[in-house]
Nanobody
Framework: QVQLVESGGGLVQPGGSLRLSCAAS????????MGWYRQAPGKQRELVAF???????NYADSVKGRFTISRDNARNTVALQMNSLKPEDTSVYYC????????WGQGTQVTVSS
């Protein structure tokens, strides 16, 4: 069992930056692939960034070059650094462990607006 708690969301102007963090409790964090998903009102939840157990990463085309996912297995945390934010990045962001059928955090709101 893994419990995930996100933090770091908020309101930011276009072009700004935010850093989301996800703290995991429970056993075997290092054994899980981790991901950040987002879901905007009326839209399906989508994968934003993924980091495998070994550290390899993958990103949605819409965020490549702007977002960076990282993990710290010693501290049981995963982070998402978001730069050059756009209004279309506005969404609720969710931390995930173990894929779609795995574990989810409660979500944190990111709003990009002037």
């Amino acid at each position: 069992q893994v419990q995930l708690v996100e933090s770091g969301g908020g309101l930011v102007q276009p072009g700004g930056s935010l850093r989301l963090s996800c703290a995991a409790s429970g056993s075997f964090f290092s054994m899980y692939a981790m991901g950040w998903y987002r879901q905007a009102p009326g839209k399906q939840r989508e994968l934003v960034a993924f980091i495998a157990r070994g550290g390899s990463t993958n990103y949605a085309d819409s965020v490549k070059g702007r977002f960076t996912i990282s993990r710290d297995n010693a501290r049981n945390t995963v982070a998402l650094q978001m730069n050059s934010l756009k209004p279309e990045d506005t969404s609720v962001y969710y931390c995930n462990a173990g894929g779609i059928t795995g574990f989810w955090g409660q979500g944190t709101q990111v709003t990009v607006s002037s």
